[in-house]
């Protein structure tokens, strides 16, 4: 079984800074991409930024230039440096892992709430 840990979330104001983490444990295949997700309550769950196991990222247009992804391939954790924090980006995020071979896994949910 997989399990994704997700810390780092909290109360910031508008132009801060947090950075997010997820650790997962478990069997984890080398192939897998791990994500971050976010929601707003009475919308879906969209994506913020990707990332795979070879480095190749994508990013939402929302966030691009001010959110950066990143990994440890080694303790299968992934990071979600956000900067220029808006009060738009005030969402629950989700870790995400998406393994070639044993499907796909969500975290928790960390808060991020950006005041104005």
């Known amino acids: 079984q997989v399990q994704l840990v997700e810390s780092g979330g909290g109360l910031v104001q508008a132009g801060g800074s947090l950075r997010l983490s997820c650790a997962a444990s478990?069997?984890?295949?080398?192939?897998?991409?791990m994500a971050w997700y976010r929601q707003v309550p009475g919308n879906q769950r969209e994506l913020v930024a990707i990332?795979?196991?070879?480095?190749?990222?994508n990013y939402a247009d929302p966030v691009k230039g001010r959110f950066t992804i990143s990994r440890d391939n080694a303790k299968n954790t992934v990071f979600l440096q956000m900067n220029s924090l808006k009060p738009e980006d005030t969402a629950v995020y989700y870790c995400?892992?998406?393994?070639?071979?044993?499907?796909?896994?969500w975290g928790q949910g960390t808060q991020v709430t950006v005041s104005s």
């Open positions: 995400n892992l998406a393994d070639a071979f044993r499907g796909t896994y």
């Open positions: 478990g069997r984890i295949s080398s192939q897998n991409a």
């Open positions: 990332i795979t196991t070879g480095g190749i990222t």
